[in-house]
Each structure stands twice: as C-alpha cells, then as structure tokens.
C-alpha cells in the first residue's frame, strides 16, 4: 500500500509518485492526441452548417411525423428478404468458417508455417472489408438482387465466426482429446469426440450472435442496390416521402430489436 | 454381453496383489469403479452412442422440420436470376484481375488524406463515444439505476444499435452537412450502442460485495462508483475500447459511401470511376491498417493488465 506523509499523518494513495506521474503523462499525451485529431477534423467542416443543424433536425423530424402506416403493407417482402440474407448469408459464413478456423488454430493446424497464415489471412481480409463493400463489389458480379447481399454477409461473416472459433479450438482442454486418442481413436475421431464437443457450446453462440449482428447490417445493403429494405430506404429517402421513412425506420428497430431477443433467449438457453 | 466380459478380462488381468476373488471389493479403490464400471456397462445398451445435443426429442425433431421448413421458403422465395449471374462470372473474373497488380502510386495523395481522415474520426469518435457511453452505461445497468433512469438508457442504447452506421450517416449528413464532422458524429453515436450496453452488462455482472464494502466506508456516490465499481469493470472495458477502435475505424471506410468523410469517399469514387487498381491498394491499406490495429491492442492489454 502507497502512503504520503502529510506533516506527520500517514494518508492513503491509490498510486506511488512514479506511476501517478506515468499515469498523468499517459492522459497528457492521449488529451493531446484527440485535439489534435479534432482540429483536423473541425478544419475541414463548414460551421455554418453545423450551426444551422438544430433547425433543420426539427424540421425533418416534423416532416416525419406521423409515419406513414399505410406503406407497412408494402413492407412484408422486403423484411422477409432482409431476413433471408442474414440467415442465409449467417449459414453461409459459418460453413466456411469451420474449415478455415479449424486451419487457423495453432492446437489443429495441418501445418504451422503454411497452412495458419493464410487462414489468418482469409480471416483479416474478410474482417477488414465491410459488408457494405462486398456488396459494392458483388453487386457488380452477381447482379443486384437478393443473392449478392448473401454472398457479402456471408464473405464478411466468414472472418469474424472463424476468428471467434479459432479462438475457441485453441482454448480447448488438451486431456480430453489425449483421452479420446488413448482409446486409439484416428485423426477425424480425435476431432469429433475429442474436440468438436467442448466447442459446440461456442459455435453456437457465436452463430446466434453473429446472426443478430447479420441483422442489422442486411438491412443497409439495398443502399448499394443488394436487396432487403435498405432499397426501400434508399428509394423513400430519394423521393423525400420522410413519413415513409420514418415507418422504415421504425419496422428496423421492432426487427432488430426482435432478433436480438431471439439470439439472446438462445445463447442463455446454450450457455 | 462381450464388452463387460472385455472389462471383467482385463481387471482380473492386473498384475497387482489384490488379484483374486476376495481382494477384489476391499482394498484398492480404482478396483472398486472398476466394478462400478462393470455394472453400469452391463445395464447400459451394448453399443455407446453419443448423447444428442438437445435432451428433448420433440424440441429436436421440432427444430429441424422448422429450419427444414425455413430454408425451403427462404431459398423458394429468393428471386435469383441465374442469367444476370453467369454473365456476371467472367466479369467477376476480369473485375479480379482488374484488381492486380493494386496501383499505389497514381492516386497516393487521395489515398493519403482519405487514411488520414479515417483515422482521425476513429480517433476522435472512439473517445467521445466512450466518454458519453460511460453516463449511459451507468444509468443503464439494473443494479445501481433506478427503473426511470434505467428504462431512459436502455431505449437510448436500444436506438442506438439498431441502426447500422450507414443509416445514422446518412441522416448526419443530412444535418451537418458533408465532411468528416457528421462521420465523426455517426461513429460516436453507434459507439454509444455498444460500448454502453457492454458496460452496463458488466456492471451487472460484478461483484457486489466490493461495492458494499467501499459504500461502508462512508463513501459518496461518486467515490462508490470511482472505487467500488469502476476498478471492477475496467480490465475488460480497455479492451473493449480498442476493440471499438478498430471497429471505428473499419465503419469508417463505409461511412464515406454516403458522404461522411474518410477513406469511404475515396474507396467509392475509385470504384466509380472503375479504378480498381487504386481500389484494390486502399483495401489492402485497409487490411494492413486493421491487422496492426490488432496486434497493438493485443499488445496494450497485455501491458495494462
């Protein structure tokens, strides 16, 4: 425990003098960092925009009132393809994943020096680039429609489920498979008593979460033309019918909101 | 019954001193579940079968005609035209190799600015989403908020993380006019949705008896929250922050399609012009950017813990 004297009495410190003061430097430098990252940022914008910005939101929120109900009737399609592209891109995703994440852990690898980068890579790669730019650029190949926003949230999903599960595999307990292999099990047995059990639990969260996250981002790629109800999005905004928007946004939060309930009453019912 | 016989054959087999009938309940403990062994296999059916993943059979099979009955609509329903996508395959294979070899050079300036903007508002928007998060956080975990403050955060951090980054862009724009400003303003308010809904899980979580402990003292509230709790939740929150860190900055990319700043503007003007060589150098600046990203904070939260 750090104490100071103070004119005899012995006060209480949470830190000594030296790690204060690294603490102390720590927040100088990372204060001085954020203004200087946000005068470049405010360097580059039009105040007077941004002054006006009050107005004009109580503007569009008036135009925006009431939502326009009768349009929900046009809606039902575009949801139930919002959700398709999830589910199935989610599907998608995952069966690609198991392969790579299963080359991906250092415990299951076929071979350390070849075979784990480039898992690795696939994974970083799918990872950095957003649903929303496989889109743009599936699009172009596939053709608008439905099947281009499954194959994006399926490319995007592929790097996260298997850096999840990779994750998984490695945290294992080794005992277990060593006994499965003592009974004289071969190299597929060893992976399906020894280690595919003790990652179900995982896999499924993981699938359950990434579906909900799924969701969320199908429900923008009609922007770029990859079906769902972002193209009913897309469509409202460009013709500025804001009450039609505001029913949009509103069918997004009840769904979102719905799926995040679903994919958390399933991984309490796994975990 | 061969495969108790397997097991009666093997113990009886032990080269050990408590070989034979009468040793063979008493002494040695192993030999004892040994036996237990031997009458379970013996009551059991003859051939072991792995235990299902769902115990009930009805939610089982319930589940599977379910997910049978939603993929038939689903792929029934799904309007592809296979035409459009067999055309579209050699042009999927001219668009990759228009791709290679990725054009660094021609646009680097663009490109330059384009990074150096991203990583300014996920700088900036890290930071001032956390520090809003926190309040929100707070207010929204069960234990510590009462049902007001509680029900007000939980619709905040609700709205907050329905919409993805793209729709709240766009209406920032909207409002703030294009520019990094409303990309900085977007990225900060997603980040209110899942930093605050992870806080306010993990203040739930904790330790309740530490939080007593300091109240004891005759803590204010402030010093509660600064001592009791927040030393709780800390380890796991830095990790977090440099997670949404690296999330910030990968939406930043997006955020640019609808004029929100960033790297985004640049990556969607290459792919509208059909530069796909520049395109390809910024995703793979992009790749290269987050792959550091994660071996930093990899590194942060070892020297932190």
Known sequence: ?271 | MPLTQWYRVELSEQPSPTRGEGASTTTAPAFALGRAMTLAVAAAPRRWKKPPLIKSARLRWGLGLGVAVYLALALGTTEVNWNRVWEGLPRGAQFITAFFPPDFTSRWGEIVDGILESIWMAVVSTVVGIALSIPVGIGAARNIAPAPVYYFCRGILAVSRSFQEVILAIFFVKLFGFGPLAGFLTLSFATIGFYGKLLAEDIEDMDPVQAEAVRATGASWLQWINFGVQPQVMPRMIGLGLYRLDINFRESAVVGIVGAGGIGATLNTAFDRYEFDSAAAILLIMIGIVMALEYLSGYLRRWVQ
């Open chain 1, 1 to 271: 425990m750090t104490v100071a004297i103070n004119g005899g009495a012995k006060v209480w410190q949470r830190r000594d003098r030296r790690t204060q003061f690294t603490v102390w430097a720590a927040w100088l430098a990372a204060t001085a960092v954020f203004v200087y990252c946000f005068q470049l940022i405010s360097d580059k914008t039009i105040w007077a925009f941004v002054l006006d910005a009050p107005v004009q939101a109580g503007d569009l929120a008036a135009r925006m009132v009431p939502p326009d109900w009768a349009f929900i009737t046009q809606l039902g399609r575009p949801i139930w393809d919002t959700l398709n592209i999830a589910t199935l891109g989610t599907v998608m995703g995952i069966v690609i994943a198991i392969p790579v994440s299963y080359c991906a852990a250092r415990n299951t690898t076929p071979s350390v020096s070849l075979v784990r980068p480039i898992a690795l890579f696939v994974i970083v790669s799918s990872r950095s680039i957003n649903s929303l730019i496989w889109a743009l650029m599936l699009v172009t190949i596939v053709g608008p429609g439905v099947l281009a926003g499954i194959l994006a949230i399926g490319f995007r999903s592929i790097g996260f489920c298997a850096k999840l599960l990779y994750e998984a595999i490695e945290e294992i307990d080794e005992a277990q498979v060593e006994a499965v292999r003592a009974t004289g099990a071969a190299g597929a047995q060893v992976t399906a008593y020894g280690i595919v059990p003790q990652v179900l639990p995982a896999f499924a969260g993981i699938s359950v979460f990434r579906w909900d996250i799924n969701i969320r981002e199908s429900t923008v790629l009609g922007l770029v033309g990859a079906g769902g109800i972002g193209l009913q999005l897309e469509g409202a905004i460009t013709t500025l019918a804001w009450t039609q928007v505001s029913l949009i946004l509103l069918v997004i939060i009840a769904t979102v909101i719905v799926s995040e309930w679903v994919s958390a009453k399933v991984r309490h019912a796994i975990i």
